[in-house]
C-alpha cells in the first residue's frame, strides 16, 4: 500500500466548501457518501440535480431565473444548459464593491500595485462606459494583446460587461501569430500595451501593434496602456488613444443580460494543422464550472489570496480571473519567474501571504535545477496549496514539493485543457496525495480511459473521454456554421463521447496519471503549441527544402525538435540555425523556439501527402510504427532511428 504524501486533517475536510456542499446534497437527496468516489458517482449519475446545488451553492448571480438545468440533445455537444436564465458574467465577478483587495500586481523589476474591489468597481465602470460610447454592444469582439497587469483585467470585464466577447493573447506572440488569432474573429477594439519586461530587458510592442492593426479592417479603436513609458509615441498607430485618456467618468456599470449560453470568451487551438480553431466559450457554462473547480476543489475562499503564473494568452489566466467571484485576493504576475533569480515567485509569495499557489511542472523542474528551496529562504505558512498544470507533474516533482518547499500542504496537480477552460481531472479536499499521481476526476465530469477497443479500463492507459456533458463545453467554433470542425476535434473518435486526446491511467483509489497528449501537438513547458505554426516560418527560407516538428520527451517535458530538409547544395550552418531560431521567435513565440535544429535526407509523408509527425515522434522514442503501408516513402522513418544529437541536451 503507498504511504500518502499528504492526508487532510479531520478539521480541514469538515472546514471546506466541500463538506458543505456534501452536507447540502446528503440531506437533500437522501443520501449518505463515505468518500470523495461516491459524491464523484453520484455528481455524474446525477447531473441536473448536480449542477442544480452548484448553482445555489456558489451563488450564481441571475437577473432572470432558469426553467430547467439541462436538455440533452441527440449530439452531445448540443446540450441546452439553464434555459430561461439571464445573467451578466463580469457582474457576478464584480459582485464586492468594498475595501478588501482585489488585484495586486507585481511587474517584472517593479512596484507592486493593488486595486481594492471598490476601486475595480470604479475602473471597470469607467472603461466599459467608454466602449459603450465607442459603440461596443453585444456580441462584438474586444482583444487583448496584453500583459498580465490589472488593466488587462478591468479591459475584459469592462466589454464583458456589455455583452462583447473576449479574446487575449500575451505580448511574446509574434505578428503572425497575433493576426492567426485575432484576424479570424475581426474584432472591433484592441487593448495592447507599450511594451513589457521580460528577463530584465524592456521590449517594446508598438511596431508589431502598428503592424497588427494595418491588417485588421475591423478594428475602430485601438487603447494603448503605458507600461514601459510614461509618454509613448503612439502616432504610428492608426485608430489609437491612450487608456488614460480613453476612460470616461463614470459610478456605477449598466450590466447587460443575457442567456446562459451568451459568447464570452474566444480561446485557441494549437494551430497543429493550419489556422488555430477559435472555441466560443458561453458566459454561463465558464462561470458555473470554474466556481465549482475554484470553490469546491480548490476550498477558495473570501480570505483566501490566490495566484497562477500565467500569461493572458493561456486559459489558466481566465481561471485564475474567476477567482474574483469569490471575492478572494488575486495575485498577478508578469514577466520571467526567474528575474532577477528563482527567488522572485516565493519572495512574493511570503510578502503578499499567497495561500494558494499555482504554477507549472516545467517551473518546478527548472527550480530544482537551479537548487532554489523556497523552504529554506521564505516564510511559506500561509501556504496551504500548491496547484500544478500545464503538463504532468513527475513523481520527482512531487518529491521535490513536499521535500523542498512545503511539508504541511496540499500539492494539486490538475490537468484539462483550453477547449473546456477548465479541468478534467484535479484536487479535492478529501483524499490524499500520492506521489505522481492527480487527486481524481472533478465532479460532474464522468472521465474514463479508453483502451484500443473503446472500453474503459482501470489500471491500464488509455484516451481520456468525458461521458457526460458539461456546461464549459464550446458552445460552437468560430467560422464553423455546419459544426463539422468542432465534430472533428471531439467527437470523430467515439460517438457522441468527449475524446480529448491525453494518454492517462485511471488507478484504483481514483487516482490518475496523465502521460501527456496523444495527438501531435507539442507541449513544451506545458503550454500547448501547434507545429502549423513553426512550418509557416521555416519553410519560406530559401535553404530549406521542407521540414518536420516533432515533440521528443525529455526530462519530464517535451522540448521541440525540427528536422530540415535542405535545397540541393545548401548545408545547415550555425548562422542558419540562429536565423531560424530568430524568426520563429520573433514571428511566433519564445515557446516556439526549437531546442534542436537536425538535418535530415528525407521527411516522410502518407500517400494522402501528409506529414507523419506521430510517426517520427515514436521513432524517436524507440517506439514501433504500425500502418507504414498508409505511408508514401515508409524508408524514410529510417532516418530518424538512433539519432546521436537527440541522446543529450
Known amino acids: 500500500m503507498l504511504k500518502p504524501l499528504w492526508k487532510p486533517k479531520r478539521e480541514q475536510v469538515e472546514k471546506s466548501n ?34 442544480r446545488e452548484v448553482w445555489d451553492f456558489v451563488g450564481i448571480q441571475a437577473s432572470q431565473p432558469y426553467e430547467r438545468v439541462l436538455e440533452k440533445k441527440e449530439k452531445l455537444q448540443e446540450t441546452q444548459w439553464f434555459q430561461g436564465s439571464k445573467l451578466n ?8 464593491r468594498d475595501e478588501q483587495t482585489a488585484l495586486i500586481f507585481q511587474g517584472e523589476g517593479q512596484t507592486p500595485q493593488r486595486m481594492t474591489y471598490q476601486e475595480l468597481y470604479k475602473n471597470v465602470a469607467q472603461v466599459a462606459k467608454a466602449l459603450r460610447l465607442s459603440g461596443v454592444k453585444e456580441g462584438d469582439r474586444v482583444a487583448g494583446f496584453m500583459p498580465n497587469m490589472i488593466e488587462t483585467i478591468v479591459a475584459m470585464l469592462a466589454a464583458t460587461s456589455l455583452g462583447a466577447i473576449w479574446s487575449s493573447c500575451s505580448p511574446d506572440f509574434g505578428i503572425k501569430g497575433v493576426l492567426d488569432r485575432f484576424g479570424q474573429i475581426e474584432p472591433k477594439v484592441l487593448f495592447t500595451a507599450d511594451g513589457y519586461f521580460y528577463n530584465g530587458k524592456k521590449h517594446s510592442s508598438l511596431e508589431r501593434v502598428a503592424e497588427v492593426v494595418a491588417q485588421i479592417p475591423s478594428l475602430e479603436k485601438v487603447v494603448i496602456v503605458s507600461y514601459t513609458e510614461e509618454n509613448p509615441s503612439i502616432e504610428s498607430i492608426p485608430k489609437a488613444v491612450l487608456y488614460t485618456e480613453f476612460q470616461e467618468p463614470a459610478e456605477e456599470i449598466s450590466f447587460t443580460h443575457l442567456p446562459f449560453s451568451h459568447p464570452l470568451y474566444i480561446m485557441y487551438s494549437s494551430g497543429t494543422t493550419g489556422l488555430p480553431k477559435c472555441m466560443v466559450q458561453s458566459a454561463g457554462g465558464i462561470l458555473i464550472n470554474h466556481l465549482k473547480e475554484l470553490v469546491l476543489h480548490n476550498d477558495l475562499k473570501r480570505e483566501d489570496t490566490i495566484f497562477y503564473f500565467s500569461t493572458c494568452g493561456w486559459m489558466m489566466w481566465n481561471w485564475l480571473v474567476s477567482s474574483l467571484a469569490v471575492g478572494a485576493t488575486v495575485v498577478l504576475y508578469d514577466g520571467s519567474p526567474f528575474s532577477p533569480g528563482p527567488e522572485t515567485l516565493w519572495e512574493m509569495a511570503a510578502r503578499e501571504k499567497i495561500t494558494v499557489f499555482g504554477t507549472s511542472a516545467k517551473y518546478l523542474s527548472a527550480l530544482e535545477k537551479e537548487n532554489y528551496y523556497p523552504k529554506e529562504h521564505c516564510d511559506l505558512s500561509s501556504l496551504r496549496a500548491i ?20 511539508e504541511d500542504l496540499q500539492l494539486a496537480s490538475i490537468s484539462g485543457g483550453t477547449d473546456l477552460n477548465g479541468c478534467f481531472v484535479a484536487g479535492n479536499p478529501f483524499s490524499p496525495v500520492y506521489s505522481g499521481e ?25 484516451e481520456l473521454v468525458c461521458l457526460t456533458p458539461f456546461p464549459s463545453m464550446p458552445i460552437y467554433f468560430w467560422n464553423d456554421p455546419k459544426g463539422e470542425k468542432y465534430h472533428k476535434a471531439y467527437f470523430d473518435v467515439y460517438e457522441n463521447i468527449w475524446r480529448h486526446g491525453d494518454y492517462i491511467e485511471i488507478r ?56 530540415v530538409k535542405m535545397v540541393p547544395g545548401e548545408t545547415l550552418t550555425p548562422e542558419l540555425e540562429q536565423k531560424i531560431k530568430t524568426t520563429i521567435r520573433q514571428n511566433a513565440s519564445v515557446r516556439h523556439v526549437p531546442a534542436k535544429i537536425i538535418a535530415v535526407a528525407d521527411i516522410p509523408y502518407t500517400i494522402s501527402m501528409k506529414k507523419v509527425e506521430i510517426a517520427v515522434r515514436k521513432i524517436i522514442q524507440g517506439e514501433p510504427v504500425f500502418n507504414q503501408d498508409a505511408l508514401k516513402n515508409p524508408e524514410a522513418l529510417a532516418l530518424y532511428k538512433n539519432i546521436p544529437e537527440l541522446q543529450n541536451d
Not at 458574467?89 to 464586492?96: H, I, K, T, V
Open 18 to 51: 466541500l463538506f458543505a456542499f456534501q452536507k447540502i446534497v446528503e440531506e437533500k437527496y437522501k443520501k449518505n457518501f463515505s468518500s470523495y468516489q461516491d459524491l464523484h458517482q453520484w455528481s455524474v449519475e446525477n447531473c441536473d440535480s448536480f449542477w
Open 89 to 96: 458574467f463580469a457582474e457576478n465577478l464584480l459582485r464586492y
Open 387 to 406: 496547484l500544478s498544470t500545464g503538463s504532468p507533474l513527475p513523481e520527482e516533482g512531487f518529491d521535490f514539493v513536499y521535500q523542498k518547499i512545503k
Open 438 to 462: 492527480i487527486q481524481g476526476a472533478c465532479l460532474g465530469m464522468k472521465v474514463a480511459a479508453f483502451n484500443s477497443e473503446g472500453k474503459a479500463v482501470i489500471g491500464s492507459k488509455g
Open 508 to 563: 484504483e483509489n481514483g487516482g490518475v496519471v496523465i502521460y501527456g497528449r496523444s495527438d501531435a501537438t507539442l507541449n513544451p513547458g506545458g503550454v500547448r503549441i501547434g507545429t502549423a505554426e513553426i512550418y509557416s516560418q521555416v519553410e519560406t527560407m530559401p535553404q530549406i527544402l521542407d521540414s518536420l516538428v516533432v515533440g521528443q520527451e525529455w526530462k519530464s517535458d517535451v522540448r521541440v525538435i525540427l528536422f
